[in-house]
């Protein structure tokens, strides 16, 4: 009897305790660090090691690194090209392609765009470039804005230096 009766109050404050979990969780990944207690940190970013396989067909992918020193995060929204009207930005899943809407570039960190994995797609391709010369993509961040970036075109089966 005393054993059912102590059953309840021991369930309830379980349930508060995931639920407040769940809260913290959702805190930390709207707005960073919870502790920060600042609104002022900015994020900035650099592109390098951009390059494109030379095109197969009307297909292309670009690779680069969005380097980000500065102190707040930023997002990369989408890509635009002169080159082509369908540009998408992917990530790879189990060797297939999956269309993402976005791709974090957290302060103090990076987002690497490379062979296998994530990428940006170009369809439709109506001028193909060839290996020698160069493309221009349009990277577009939530707070940054717009960065242009010169891409050499390489070989098809180009692979950059190993970097640390
Ligand atoms: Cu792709």
Known sequence: ???HASLKPVLAPAALLVAAGLALTACSDG???PSAGSHSGAPALA???AYMPQPV???AAGFLVVKNTGKGDDELTSVTSPLSDSVSIHKTVDDRMVEV???DVPPGGSLDLARGGNHIMLMGIKH???QGQSIELDLH???TGAIKVTVPVKAANFQPPATP
Do not use: I, N, W, Y
């Open 1 to 3: 009897m005393t054993r």
């Open 31 to 33: 707005g960073g660090k």
């Open 47 to 49: 592109v390098s090691g």
């Open 57 to 59: 067909g009307d297909l």
């Open 101 to 103: 809407k976005s791709f």
């Open 128 to 130: 193909p470039p060839k």
């Open 141 to 143: 961040f939530k707070k």
